[in-house]
Nanobody
Framework: QVELVESGGGLVQAGDSLRLSCAAS????????MGWFRQAPGKEREFVAA????????YYADFVKGRFTISRANAKNTVYLQMNSLKPEDTAVYYC?????????????????????WGQGTQVTVSS
């Protein structure tokens, strides 16, 4: 059984920073990529960022480019999401996801259906 555990969410003010962490575990589990999605109340879950282990490739949604950075830990199956210059519209539950599929198409990991495992989510609230 594969488990993804997120941490690092919280309540901050606009302009502040937060760092989310996600660790995936499971016997013989090895992901090809891990990513972050978010879901605000009343909205669809949307792609935020992804990290593909092969080539250390990173992908971002346009609305976070220049503000958020996804990175890996030394241990595989662990990723971080550094969020700077947070805005009230960044308020959402942030979900970590892992994909066992390897693909180099640029938008492949921007699609929810290409991830196999999901965490429970961590709340990020940004006050104005």
């Amino acid at each position: 059984q594969v488990e993804l555990v997120e941490s690092g969410g919280g309540l901050v003010q606009a302009g502040d920073s937060l760092r989310l962490s996600c660790a995936a575990s499971g016997r013989s589990f090895s992901s090809s990529a891990m990513g972050w999605f978010r879901q605000a109340p009343g909205k669809e879950r949307e792609f935020v960022a992804a990290f593909r282990w092969s080539g250390d490739a990173t992908y971002y949604a346009d609305f976070v480019k220049g503000r958020f950075t996804i990175s890996r830990a030394n241990a595989k199956n662990t990723v971080y999401l550094q969020m700077n210059s947070l805005k009230p519209e960044d308020t959402a539950v942030y979900y970590c996801a892992a994909s066992i599929r390897l693909n180099t198409i640029p938008n492949y990991y921007a699609k929810r259906e290409n991830f196999n495992y999901w965490g429970q989510g961590t709340q990020v609230t940004v006050s104005s």
